[in-house]
């Protein structure tokens, strides 16, 4: 079902062009404009904004193929190049000219001022080289009126989206169903499937798998319980991500299917899901992850687990996990456990003994963020006594005193 044409990333590293992509379907669905172009070379107006021409090769709200339209944006990121060259070939979302008095400088005509259009969401409502599929499936979405977007036939074009536009449409689409407030109930047999394969698809950036998965648990999507189901009892075992959704629907896993993924060695995303979401007794098996497992995705996911399902009372388990050589999993931990308050202090003070300056720094601010009488006892002797500079700095900081203070 994929009709990914070149372009379209989600997101874009510096000193690459502005990728677009952001709020889309929200700002096509405002109008009061919308059209694929292919655009001229832009010329720049000043320090910030540019103008190009294009030709309307498509266009949603009326306009006419062929009609050409100045549109105007500014560059706001100088070390990125301009985002548009000759020949580019986008869809974007346009709305008037904003009346600033900059832009009465930038275009002094009138007549050409009130004929620009620019682009939605600060010039970010835009997407390159969208395919045909996707504006078929998107041009449906559209037509429909307001009220019936968030039925199932609106809901199901957007699972379409999801699951076969390039990856930036494909985002804007769950962002779109996850501003639904009633999502699962408009959520039908055929859409499940549809979101699972979306889930499933291998071209996937980490951040629309991370934006569907954020969507099964805000939403509690029930309606892909049976899919998710259906594949994690097969015989051979199914991809992470298939776990992961199952997981987040009731925040745990049946423990057999715990163990089995628990035991999968070849595989850091499968015990880390098996982790993740362990109930019964899988939950025991947590202490020797968070000990002995390679992989720090699975150390941290064990770690949390074991917190959650044991409270303050499992601190002395998570010793390793505040020591640990990895310092995502060293700061996941310290966090989760400053959060529980004061009464997370006693494992926080265990580890200073072993900790590193590093470690110590660290787990200053955990100590801060706990806080209560025996936290601030604890940063009280750091700030005084501590062999480390940095550490008797950070901890009087933390107990209220100036930088750079001297008894």
């Not at 193929?65 to 100088?78: D, F, H, N, Y």
């Not at 985002?83 to 008095?101: C, N, T, W």
């Not at 999502?183 to 291998?202: I, M, N, Y």
């Not at 996937?204 to 805000?218: F, G, I, N, W, Y």
Request: with cysteine.
């Amino acid at each position: 079902m994929l009709w990914i044409a070149s372009g379209g990333a989600a997101g874009a590293a510096e000193g690459e062009p502005a990728a677009g992509g952001v709020h889309l379907i929200p700002a096509l669905e405002k109008g009061p404009g919308a059209a694929v172009l292919v655009l001229d070379a832009p010329r720049q107006l000043d320090g910030e904004a540019w103008l190009a021409e294009g030709t309307v090769e498509r266009s949603f709200y009326g306009g006419a193929t062929g009609e050409r339209i100045p549109v105007a944006w500014e560059e706001r990121a100088r070390q990125r190049p301009v985002r548009f060259g000759a020949g580019d070939r986008v869809l974007v979302a346009l709305e008037p000219l904003p009346g600033y008095s900059i832009w009465l400088q930038r275009i002094p005509d009138g007549e050409k001022r009130a004929s620009t259009l620019t682009i939605a969401q600060d010039g970010d409502a835009f997407l390159r080289n969208p395919s045909l599929g996707g504006l078929l499936v998107l041009q449906h979405y559209l037509a429909l009126p307001a009220d019936r977007r968030e039925t199932p036939m609106g809901v199901g074009y957007l699972v379409e989206l999801a699951a076969g536009a390039e990856p930036a449409l494909a985002l804007a689409a769950v962002e779109r169903l996850a501003a639904m407030p009633q999502l699962d109930v408009s959520l039908d047999e055929s859409s499940a499937k549809g979101l699972v394969a979306a889930l499933l698809r291998a071209d996937a950036p980490p951040e629309l798998t991370d934006a569907l998965l954020a969507l099964v648990r805000s939403a509690a999507l029930q309606k892909l319980r049976p899919p998710l189901e259906g594949l994690a009892q097969r015989d051979a075992l199914a991809p992470a991500v298939v776990y992961e959704a199952l997981g987040r629907i009731d925040d745990a896993l049946p423990s057999a299917l715990c163990e089995r993924l628990l035991a999968a060695r070849d595989s850091a995303p499968l015990r880390a899901a098996g982790a993740r979401f362990a109930t019964g007794p899988a939950v025991e098996r947590l202490p020797r992850l968070v000990r002995s497992d390679a992989a720090p995705e699975v150390r941290k996911a064990a770690a949390l687990r074991w917190l959650a399902q044991k409270g303050v009372g499992g601190g002395p388990e998570l010793r390793p996990a505040l020591l640990d050589s990895d310092r995502d999993v060293r700061m996941a931990v310290m966090l989760a456990l400053a959060q529980e308050g004061p009464t997370a202090v006693p494992a926080l003070q265990d580890v200073l003994s072993a900790a590193t300056p590093e470690i110590t720094r660290e787990l200053v601010a955990a100590l801060s963020l706990a806080g209560g009488p025996q936290a601030q006892s604890l940063l009280r002797e750091l700030a005084e006594t501590h062999p480390d500079e940095s550490v008797r700095q950070l901890a009087g900081v933390a107990i209220g005193r100036p930088l750079g203070h001297r008894d």
